[in-house]
Protein backbone atom coordinates (compact mmCIF):
# COMPACT_ATOMS: atom_id res chain seq x y z
CA UNK A 1 0.00 0.00 0.00
CA UNK A 2 1.23 3.44 -0.74
CA UNK A 3 0.94 6.10 1.91
CA UNK A 4 -1.90 8.91 1.00
CA UNK A 5 -0.24 12.01 0.06
CA UNK A 6 -1.21 15.63 -1.34
CA UNK A 7 -4.71 15.91 -3.34
CA UNK A 8 -5.40 12.40 -2.49
CA UNK A 9 -4.92 12.99 1.24
CA UNK A 10 -7.12 16.13 1.15
CA UNK A 11 -9.45 14.19 -0.41
CA UNK A 12 -9.89 10.90 1.35
CA UNK A 13 -10.12 13.81 4.52
CA UNK A 14 -12.89 15.51 2.73
CA UNK A 15 -14.34 12.27 2.12
CA UNK A 16 -14.09 11.40 5.67
CA UNK A 17 -14.67 14.66 7.37
CA UNK A 18 -18.53 14.31 7.79
CA UNK A 19 -17.88 11.23 10.70
CA UNK A 20 -14.48 12.70 11.97
CA UNK A 21 -15.77 13.97 15.27
CA UNK A 22 -17.45 11.35 16.00
CA UNK A 23 -14.33 9.17 15.22
CA UNK A 24 -12.02 10.77 17.45
CA UNK A 25 -14.71 11.16 20.49
CA UNK A 26 -14.24 8.02 20.63
CA UNK A 27 -10.70 8.20 21.32
CA UNK A 28 -10.04 8.34 25.23
CA UNK A 29 -7.84 11.04 26.00
CA UNK A 30 -7.88 13.08 22.44
CA UNK A 31 -8.75 16.29 23.29
CA UNK A 32 -7.66 16.20 26.91
CA UNK A 33 -4.12 15.45 25.14
CA UNK A 34 -4.19 18.45 23.08
CA UNK A 35 -5.03 20.89 25.47
CA UNK A 36 -2.21 19.18 27.37
CA UNK A 37 0.34 19.89 24.20
CA UNK A 38 -1.05 23.52 24.42
CA UNK A 39 -0.44 23.86 28.09
CA UNK A 40 3.85 22.80 27.82
CA UNK A 41 3.86 25.67 25.20
CA UNK A 42 4.10 27.66 28.22
CA UNK A 43 2.80 30.75 26.53
CA UNK A 44 1.42 33.41 29.37
CA UNK A 45 -1.97 32.97 30.51
CA UNK A 46 -4.94 33.85 28.61
CA UNK A 47 -2.94 34.65 25.51
CA UNK A 48 -3.26 37.93 25.03
CA UNK A 49 -1.33 39.75 22.08
CA UNK A 50 -0.10 37.02 20.59
CA UNK A 51 -0.72 35.71 16.87
CA UNK A 52 -0.92 31.93 17.27
CA UNK A 53 -0.57 29.49 13.52
CA UNK A 54 -2.89 25.85 14.27
CA UNK A 55 -1.05 23.86 11.20
CA UNK A 56 -3.56 21.05 10.04
CA UNK A 57 -6.31 22.19 12.00
CA UNK A 58 -8.66 19.68 10.48
CA UNK A 59 -12.41 19.92 11.80
CA UNK A 60 -11.44 22.23 14.61
CA UNK A 61 -9.97 19.85 17.50
CA UNK A 62 -6.54 21.40 17.59
CA UNK A 63 -7.68 24.68 17.58
CA UNK A 64 -10.57 24.30 20.00
CA UNK A 65 -7.96 23.46 22.21
CA UNK A 66 -5.53 26.40 21.63
CA UNK A 67 -8.69 28.58 22.26
CA UNK A 68 -9.49 26.95 25.64
CA UNK A 69 -6.11 26.90 26.86
CA UNK A 70 -5.39 30.80 25.30
CA UNK A 71 -8.85 32.59 25.40
CA UNK A 72 -7.61 35.81 24.27
CA UNK A 73 -4.95 34.98 21.32
CA UNK A 74 -5.75 35.39 17.65
CA UNK A 75 -6.26 31.92 15.89
CA UNK A 76 -5.08 31.28 12.27
CA UNK A 77 -5.68 27.84 11.40
CA UNK A 78 -4.96 26.24 8.28
CA UNK A 79 -6.01 23.00 6.49
CA UNK A 80 -5.49 21.67 2.89
CA UNK A 81 -8.75 19.43 3.03
CA UNK A 82 -11.92 21.92 2.33
CA UNK A 83 -14.12 19.34 3.71
CA UNK A 84 -12.58 19.37 7.23
CA UNK A 85 -11.95 23.32 7.11
CA UNK A 86 -15.97 23.59 6.43
CA UNK A 87 -16.93 21.41 9.18
CA UNK A 88 -14.35 23.53 11.50
CA UNK A 89 -15.15 26.88 10.41
CA UNK A 90 -19.43 26.17 11.01
CA UNK A 91 -18.66 25.45 14.54
CA UNK A 92 -19.46 28.15 17.37
CA UNK A 93 -15.91 30.46 17.59
CA UNK A 94 -15.31 33.31 18.96
CA UNK A 95 -13.60 36.25 17.45
CA UNK A 96 -10.38 35.90 16.63
CA UNK A 97 -9.84 32.50 14.64
CA UNK A 98 -9.49 32.82 10.96
CA UNK A 99 -9.46 29.64 9.03
CA UNK A 100 -7.29 29.29 5.69
CA UNK A 101 -7.63 26.68 3.30
CA UNK A 102 -3.91 25.65 1.93
CA UNK A 103 -1.81 23.02 2.19
CA UNK A 104 1.09 23.56 4.74
CA UNK A 105 3.45 23.64 1.54
CA UNK A 106 1.77 27.10 0.12
CA UNK A 107 1.05 28.84 3.33
CA UNK A 108 2.23 32.23 1.80
CA UNK A 109 -0.11 31.92 -1.19
CA UNK A 110 -2.47 31.88 0.87
CA UNK A 111 -1.61 34.94 2.61
CA UNK A 112 -0.55 33.92 5.85
CA UNK A 113 2.05 35.65 6.91
CA UNK A 114 4.35 35.55 9.80
CA UNK A 115 5.70 36.55 12.08
CA UNK A 116 3.77 34.24 14.60
CA UNK A 117 4.48 33.40 18.58
CA UNK A 118 3.50 30.28 18.50
CA UNK A 119 2.89 27.24 15.49
CA UNK A 120 1.00 24.26 16.87
CA UNK A 121 0.99 21.08 14.72
CA UNK A 122 -1.17 18.07 15.37
CA UNK A 123 -1.08 15.25 14.00
CA UNK A 124 0.13 16.27 10.54
CA UNK A 125 3.95 15.86 9.88
CA UNK A 126 4.20 12.36 9.28
CA UNK A 127 1.02 13.11 6.34
CA UNK A 128 3.45 15.56 4.88
CA UNK A 129 5.69 14.58 2.28
CA UNK A 130 8.56 16.84 2.68
CA UNK A 131 8.43 17.86 6.33
CA UNK A 132 12.16 19.39 6.27
CA UNK A 133 10.69 21.84 3.54
CA UNK A 134 7.54 22.58 5.94
CA UNK A 135 9.90 22.46 9.49
CA UNK A 136 11.38 25.06 7.49
CA UNK A 137 9.21 26.77 6.65
CA UNK A 138 7.50 27.39 9.97
CA UNK A 139 11.06 27.94 11.58
CA UNK A 140 10.54 31.17 9.09
CA UNK A 141 6.97 32.26 10.26
CA UNK A 142 8.18 32.73 13.97
CA UNK A 143 9.66 35.49 15.49
CA UNK A 144 12.72 35.42 17.17
CA UNK A 145 11.49 33.21 20.40
CA UNK A 146 8.66 31.84 19.08
CA UNK A 147 7.85 28.17 20.04
CA UNK A 148 6.76 25.46 18.04
CA UNK A 149 4.42 22.56 19.62
CA UNK A 150 4.38 19.39 17.00
CA UNK A 151 1.58 16.89 18.46
CA UNK A 152 2.40 13.74 17.13
CA UNK A 153 2.52 9.74 16.59
CA UNK A 154 5.82 9.19 16.72
CA UNK A 155 6.85 5.95 18.03
CA UNK A 156 9.37 5.54 20.80
CA UNK A 157 11.37 3.14 19.00
CA UNK A 158 10.64 -0.12 21.33
CA UNK A 159 8.81 -3.08 20.00
CA UNK A 160 6.02 -2.84 22.30
CA UNK A 161 5.31 0.24 21.39
CA UNK A 162 4.93 -0.81 17.87
CA UNK A 163 2.80 -3.73 18.79
CA UNK A 164 1.02 -1.56 20.99
CA UNK A 165 -0.06 0.39 18.13
CA UNK A 166 -0.58 -2.18 15.66
CA UNK A 167 -2.89 -4.19 18.06
CA UNK A 168 -4.84 -0.87 18.98
CA UNK A 169 -4.83 -0.04 15.14
CA UNK A 170 -6.24 -3.44 14.43
CA UNK A 171 -8.66 -4.77 17.38
CA UNK A 172 -10.07 -0.83 17.63
CA UNK A 173 -9.26 1.78 15.37
CA UNK A 174 -9.41 0.64 12.21
CA UNK A 175 -12.87 -1.04 12.44
CA UNK A 176 -14.31 1.58 13.71
CA UNK A 177 -12.85 4.02 10.90
CA UNK A 178 -13.85 1.54 8.17
CA UNK A 179 -17.23 1.81 9.43
CA UNK A 180 -17.61 5.47 10.27
CA UNK A 181 -15.23 6.46 7.62
CA UNK A 182 -16.11 3.98 4.65
CA UNK A 183 -12.68 4.34 3.33
CA UNK A 184 -10.20 1.68 2.93
CA UNK A 185 -7.33 3.37 2.28
CA UNK A 186 -7.42 6.33 4.37
CA UNK A 187 -8.19 3.24 7.46
CA UNK A 188 -5.06 1.56 6.20
CA UNK A 189 -3.16 5.02 6.15
CA UNK A 190 -3.76 5.73 9.99
CA UNK A 191 -1.83 2.82 10.82
CA UNK A 192 1.17 2.72 8.13
CA UNK A 193 1.73 6.41 8.68
CA UNK A 194 2.70 6.02 11.63
CA UNK A 195 4.91 2.85 11.65
CA UNK A 196 6.85 4.52 8.20
CA UNK A 197 7.31 7.17 10.17
CA UNK A 198 10.28 9.22 12.27
CA UNK A 199 10.87 7.73 15.83
CA UNK A 200 10.57 10.39 18.41
CA UNK A 201 14.29 10.42 18.69
CA UNK A 202 14.52 10.78 15.03
CA UNK A 203 11.71 13.64 15.00
CA UNK A 204 13.27 15.97 17.10
CA UNK A 205 17.09 15.68 15.43
CA UNK A 206 14.44 17.09 12.43
CA UNK A 207 13.59 19.70 14.75
CA UNK A 208 17.40 20.50 15.30
CA UNK A 209 18.48 20.31 11.70
CA UNK A 210 15.77 22.89 10.92
CA UNK A 211 17.64 25.49 12.90
CA UNK A 212 15.04 24.93 16.37
CA UNK A 213 16.83 25.49 19.90
CA UNK A 214 15.38 23.95 23.30
CA UNK A 215 14.10 20.78 21.41
CA UNK A 216 12.66 18.54 23.64
CA UNK A 217 10.03 15.07 23.19
CA UNK A 218 7.46 14.77 25.99
CA UNK A 219 5.31 11.56 26.47
CA UNK A 220 1.67 11.65 26.59
CA UNK A 221 0.13 9.77 29.49
CA UNK A 222 -2.25 6.43 29.19
CA UNK A 223 -1.72 4.14 26.53
CA UNK A 224 -0.46 6.71 24.22
CA UNK A 225 2.72 6.68 26.04
CA UNK A 226 5.80 5.49 23.84
CA UNK A 227 3.57 6.20 20.51
CA UNK A 228 2.40 9.96 20.95
CA UNK A 229 4.88 13.05 21.65
CA UNK A 230 4.59 16.65 22.30
CA UNK A 231 7.82 17.98 20.51
CA UNK A 232 8.68 21.53 21.96
CA UNK A 233 10.84 23.43 20.09
CA UNK A 234 12.07 27.24 19.84
CA UNK A 235 13.30 29.65 17.26
CA UNK A 236 16.17 31.45 18.57
CA UNK A 237 16.26 34.48 20.04
CA UNK A 238 17.82 37.11 18.09
CA UNK A 239 21.23 38.79 18.85
CA UNK A 240 21.46 42.40 19.69
Known amino acids: MTLLRDESLAAAFDRASRHYDTLVALNPGYHAHLRRSVRR ?17 GTGASTAALRSVLPAAHITAVDASAGMLRRAAAKPWAHDVTFVHAPVEHLSDAGVRGPFDAVFAAYLLRNIRDPDAVLAAVHDLLRPGGRLAV ?15 TLVCRGIVQPLAAVLLADGALVRHLWRSVVEFDTAGRFAGRLRAAGFDRVRALPLPGWQTGITHTFLAQRKESRS
Open 41 to 57: LGLPAGGAGLRLLDLGC
Open 151 to 165: HEYTLSGRRTDRAVW
